[in-house]
C-alpha cells in the first residue's frame, strides 16, 4: 500500500512559518517529481508547488517568493517552507507526484489565524 505521509502542519498567526515534511518510502521517490498540494474548505484541490529531480521548481503564483519547496531524495521527504503566511493559506496540505497520483496521504492541516 503507497503511503504518502505529511506533518508539520499547525496553528499560526499572520506573518509566522511552517515548514511541512511529507515522506514517500518508497525508492522510486529520487525519480519522480513531487509537489505540494492544498484543499481549503468548500475549494477544489489545488497544485501549490513542485520540484523535478533535476531541482526545477514551480509556485503558484499566490505563494511565489513566501513558499520553497525542497526535497532529500536519501530521506525520501520532500518539505515545503512557508514564510509570511497568510488567512488564506489555510487549508489541509498535501504531498503527491505531480504526474497521476497515488493515494494521497491524511494531509496536515494548516490554520493561519490571529
Known amino acids: 500500500q503507497v503511503q504518502l505521509v505529511e506533518s508539520g502542519g499547525g496553528l499560526v498567526q499572520p506573518g509566522g512559518s511552517l515548514r511541512l515534511s511529507c515522506v514517500f518510502d518508497?525508492?522510486?521517490?529520487?525519480?519522480?517529481?513531487m509537489g505540494w498540494f492544498r484543499q481549503a474548505p468548500g475549494k477544489e484541490r489545488e497544485l501549490v508547488a513542485y520540484?523535478?529531480?533535476?531541482?526545477?521548481?514551480y509556485y503558484a503564483d499566490s505563494v511565489k517568493g513566501r513558499f520553497a519547496i525542497s526535497r532529500d531524495d536519501a530521506k525520501k521527504t520532500v518539505y515545503l517552507q512557508m514564510n509570511v503566511l497568510r488567512p488564506e493559506d489555510t487549508a489541509v496540505y498535501y504531498c503527491?507526484?505531480?504526474?497521476?497520483?497515488?493515494?494521497w496521504g491524511q494531509g496536515a492541516q494548516v490554520t493561519v489565524s490571529s
Open positions: 503527491n507526484t505531480r504526474g497521476i497520483p497515488y493515494e
Open positions: 518508497r525508492d522510486i521517490f529520487s525519480r519522480i517529481t
Open positions: 520540484m523535478t529531480t533535476e531541482g526545477i521548481t
